[in-house]
């Protein structure tokens, strides 16, 4: 059985002083005698004592707790996590993490629960389910600090951190386009994820730019599952003219094409080209390698944990900030054609 935590009575009780002696001496207030601080603080550290961190805040309302909600924990998001802790840390704070799971359901449960549990605010990357955010207005409705990050919402307000997902688009298929590429495929989300319809604007626009037709059978919505778009990749090479480039809006996507053209006996470049997007470190380890456009995902989890300590330390009439990163292409043997 799970013994008992001690607790300041029992500091007192054990050195026959005052519960209240033994609350400001550990606080270092000035007011206690040097000599029976020292024992006080001596004794705690000998039974291990840990102060009861909840019951604090809810003294001080003020836990130093940020909430930290993502679709999962993939390389991306676990990177920006890694940023978020690092500046948190900095700053004094410390992070508790949950995932949605892509699930509308449980963001929905697991923002309810973090809010529960104390944090002063929440850090949220969207789940691609979400349609509704009302949960999230009742948190900001609190007036507890909000952050999103890397996914938007048509209309939803708050400070964001986000991706020029266009511009990586346009520059990773007029990359393709440079290459040579005339037949460029877009492997997509589902059509309701605002990411998605940033980065196919983004891919219609380097097309419209250099003079070539877009063509609705080029342009592919399914799940950023790798075993989805191995499917939709078969389909593509059912076409009467496939593809001779993909563009992946994400790694895994462009791992899945990657798959079904290498089974069906095709070369990459030679015979379709490929870039993703997320510069996942399998990218390089693969042979031939893929190109990918890079997200600075660390320096925006950053961005989001600065953004949101901001808020929670500002005055009245705090005004909501955006901040925008630009990616930037890397380029590997899947996409250069031309040597």
Same mark, same amino acid.
């Given at each position: 059985?799970?013994?008992?935590? /001690?607790?300041?009575? &029992?500091? #007192?009780? %054990?050195?026959?002083?005052s519960v209240?002696?033994?609350?400001r001496?550990?606080?270092?207030? /000035?007011?206690?005698?040097? $000599?029976?601080?020292?024992?006080?603080?001596?004794? !705690?550290? $000998?039974?291990?004592?840990?102060?009861?961190?909840?019951? =604090?805040?809810?003294?001080?309302?003020?836990?130093?707790?940020?909430? *930290?909600? *993502?679709?999962?924990?993939?390389?991306?998001?676990?990177?920006?996590?890694?940023?978020?802790? %690092? #500046?948190?840390m900095?700053?004094?704070? =410390?992070v508790?993490?949950?995932?949605?799971?892509?699930?509308?359901?449980?963001?929905?449960?697991? =923002?309810?629960?973090?809010?529960?549990?104390?944090?002063?605010?929440?850090?949220?990357?969207?789940?691609?389910?979400?349609?509704?955010?009302?949960?999230?207005?009742?948190v900001?409705?609190?007036?507890?600090?909000?952050?999103?990050?890397?996914?938007?919402?048509?209309?939803?307000?708050?400070?964001?951190?986000?991706?020029?997902?266009?511009l990586?688009?346009?520059?990773?298929?007029?990359?393709?386009?440079?290459?040579?590429?005339?037949?460029?495929?877009?492997?997509?989300?589902?059509?309701?994820?605002?990411?998605?319809?940033?980065?196919?604007?983004?891919?219609?626009?380097a097309?419209?730019?250099?003079?070539?037709?877009?063509?609705?059978?080029?342009?592919?919505?399914?799940?950023? $599952?790798?075993?989805?778009?191995?499917?939709?990749?078969? &389909?593509l090479?059912?076409? #009467?003219? /496939?593809?001779?480039a993909?563009?992946?809006?994400?790694?895994?996507m462009?791992?899945?094409?990657?798959?079904?053209?290498?089974e069906?006996?095709?070369?990459?470049?030679?015979?379709?080209?490929? *870039?993703?997007?997320?510069?996942?470190p399998?990218m390089?380890?693969?042979?031939?390698?893929?190109?990918?456009?890079?997200?600075p995902?660390? %320096?925006?989890?950053?961005?989001?944990?600065?953004?949101?300590?901001?808020?929670?330390?500002?005055?009245?009439?705090?005004?909501?900030?955006?901040?925008?990163?630009?990616?930037?292409?890397?380029?590997? $043997? !899947? !996409?250069?054609?031309?040597?």
């Amino acid at each position: 059985m799970r013994s008992k935590l /001690p607790t300041i009575k &029992d500091i #007192a009780k %054990e050195l026959n002083v005052s519960v209240s002696t033994v609350s400001r001496a550990l606080r270092g207030m /000035p007011e206690i005698n040097e $000599e029976t601080r020292k024992r006080i603080v001596k004794y !705690s550290e $000998e039974i291990d004592y840990q102060p009861n961190m909840v019951a =604090t805040s809810l003294v001080k309302r003020n836990s130093h707790l940020i909430g *930290v909600l *993502v679709p999962n924990m993939d390389y991306f998001f676990a990177t920006a996590v890694k940023g978020i802790d %690092e #500046a948190a840390m900095e700053a004094g704070y =410390t992070v508790v993490i949950s995932q949605s799971n892509e699930s509308y359901g449980r963001e929905v449960a697991n =923002t309810q629960r973090l809010m529960n549990s104390q944090v002063e605010g929440l850090i949220v990357s969207l789940s691609r389910e979400t349609q509704n955010v009302e949960h999230f207005k009742r948190v900001q409705r609190k007036q507890s600090p909000l952050v999103f990050f890397d996914r938007d919402f048509p209309g939803l307000e708050g400070s964001k951190v986000l991706l020029n997902n266009e511009l990586g688009a346009e520059t990773a298929v007029s990359h393709l386009i440079d290459q040579g590429c005339r037949r460029i495929a877009y492997l997509g989300g589902q059509a309701n994820l605002a990411i998605s319809n940033s980065r196919e604007k983004g891919y219609t626009e380097a097309l419209k730019k250099a003079g070539l037709e877009i063509k609705s059978e080029y342009i592919i919505h399914g799940e950023f $599952e790798k075993e989805s778009a191995y499917n939709n990749m078969l &389909d593509l090479l059912q076409l #009467a003219e /496939p593809p001779d480039a993909i563009f992946a809006m994400g790694d895994r996507m462009a791992l899945g094409a990657y798959k079904a053209i290498k089974e069906k006996g095709l070369r990459i470049p030679e015979d379709i080209a490929i *870039v993703g997007f997320n510069d996942e470190p399998i990218m390089s380890m693969v042979s031939p390698s893929i190109s990918s456009v890079a997200q600075p995902a660390f %320096e925006m989890g950053k961005m989001a944990a600065r953004l949101f300590i901001e808020q929670l330390n500002s005055q009245e009439g705090y005004k909501n900030r955006l901040e925008t990163f630009v990616p930037h292409l890397m380029i590997r $043997e !899947s !996409s250069m054609k031309i040597k």
